[in-house]
């Protein structure tokens, strides 16, 4: 797969510039007269005599970047962009301690209702039945929706920490 060269724009695909183009026809007409004054702007704020012509964006670059600066391809017009993967993996940190604090502030019903049974399913497991099994039996006889990778879940979690409960004197 060959390599996209980078567009003066920020919009690399023509399928993206299209799209930009399209957005910029449906929106109101003082939004449409803001973004073309902000990319004219652009236009004759390069242009000085000092500057050599070639170093100018054309209009329609100038257009394509004053579209993308008003909010075009941000999350829900709100703003921001979508995460490269470098801020996604500079804030994996930061996810993982919120959803460690997630699952401490405020428990689940789900998990309240199935920690209520939960001797029940020690007693299934150590029996020998496997937790699509107890799932299924939670299920259609106690009425309790719960997932098989959920109980394994739980599972891994409670049995960690008996085992560090047991480590400690």
């Known amino acids: 797969m060959a390599k996209l060269a980078a567009h003066p724009s920020g919009l690399h695909t023509a399928k993206e510039r299209e ?4 957005w910029l026809a449906g929106l109101a007409e003082v939004d449409r007269e803001r973004i073309l004054a902000d990319a004219f702007a652009a236009c004759a ?4 005599h000092s500057e050599p012509a070639a170093a100018a964006p054309t209009p329609y670059f100038a257009l394509l970047a004053a579209i993308r600066h ?4 941000t999350l829900r017009r709100r703003g921001y962009r979508a995460a490269g993967p470098e801020q996604f993996a500079a804030f994996e940190r930061v996810r993982e301690s919120r959803a460690k604090n997630l699952v401490r502030e405020r428990p689940s ?5 199935v920690l209520l049974r939960w001797a029940m399913v020690k007693e299934l497991h150590g029996q020998g039945l496997g937790f699509r099994l107890i ?4 299920s259609q006889q106690l009425r309790i929706p ?5 109980l394994r879940k739980m599972w891994q979690a409670y049995n960690q920490d008996a085992a560090n409960s047991q480590d400690m004197p």
């Open 109 to 113: 019903p789900l998990r309240a209702k």
């Open 45 to 48: 704020a390069t242009t000085s």
């Open 19 to 22: 799209r930009a183009l399209r």
């Open 135 to 138: 799932s299924r039996y939670f």
């Open 146 to 150: 719960v997932s098989p990778s959920y």
């Open 70 to 73: 008003f909010g075009f391809d």
